[in-house]
């Protein structure tokens, strides 16, 4: 059985004392959901030793937003994977669409990202996704392609069996307009085929998320298609109620 997995992708919110409010009303709400699923909060780098020392012994997760190509050396404002592991980080986001649109990250950058945060022992969360332009232009399949191809290429289809894919149409992300669950199917198992392809066991085994203004009122139906196996969630993910609905959600 595959895992199910929600992450919260928290952006650039929040504050210690706003923080430390929200996590413990995470720990409690999602304390007694237990194992049947993963739960992580990606937050900002700054606050990684308060978020390892509030949920560290707890059944949340917690990662990055992005992570550096590079192992170490003269980049200014980068961070590496081995500095995220010195705070028992899990997770770290690579590609978001954030990343790819507002500082320019390519397919080959995104890649790089991805290797360098499993060398680390970190699961990257892989994000792929279409614009409305490419959505409307009946591209998306060929731009999702394009994504996952310069990962598999440089890492390998065997790097998925410690990866996670999340499918984000940006057309989605911040607007409201969620994708219905059958249009999220869709991609999904397109994402599942085309790794099927080369590997049936990994596609099989392999946590594909839908992220893209999952709310408390949309998320069962999204996680009751076949190849949604939770979602990545920005918006909900910094109001605890909602969030915890949603931890909830991918369990039924
Ligand atoms: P949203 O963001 O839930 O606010 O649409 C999702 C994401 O960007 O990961």
Known sequence: MRKKLVAGNWKMHGNLQENDALLSALVTGISVLGNNASYAVCVPYPYFPSVQSKLQGTN????????SQHEKGAFTGEVSASMLNDFNCTYA??????RRMLYGESN???????VAAQK???VPILCVGETLEQRDSDTTEQVIDEQ????????GVNSLANAVIAYEPVWAIGTGKTATPQQAQDIHRFIRQGIAAQSAEIAAELTILYGGSVKANNAAELFAMP????????????VADDFIAICKAVRS
């Open 148 to 155: 996952l191809k310069a990962v598999l290429t440089l890492a």
């Open 108 to 114: 080959q950058v995104v890649a790089e990202k991805y």
């Open 93 to 98: 986001i690579v590609g978001h669409s954030e």
């Open 120 to 122: 680390a022992g970190l």
């Open 227 to 238: 190849d949604i196996d939770g979602g990545l969630i920005g918006g909900a993910s910094l």
């Open 60 to 67: 949340i997760e917690w990662g990055a937003q992005n992570v």
